[in-house]
């Protein structure tokens, strides 16, 4: 295999895991998270590892 043959490769399944997951979910923009919070105000969602249980 050759560089470019496995560059394309890899380039056609990051674009098609892309172009699936647009096409099953299209994008809603008054439902999306902001890609950068900093500073909005928003609390934080979701898990950390090392997070101690309560």
Same mark, same amino acid.
């Given at each position: ?5 496995? /560059?394309?490769?890899? +380039? $056609?399944?990051?674009? =098609? ?14 439902? /999306?998270?902001?890609? +950068? $919070?900093?500073?909005? =105000? ?13």
């Amino acid at each position: 295999m050759t560089r470019l043959l496995t /560059a394309s490769i890899t +380039l $056609a399944g990051v674009f =098609g895991i892309v172009l699936l997951d647009w096409v099953v979910t299209p994008a809603n923009p008054y439902q /999306a998270p902001p890609i +950068l $919070a900093l500073g909005s =105000g928003l609390t934080t969602s979701g898990g950390f590892c090392g997070a101690l249980p309560n």
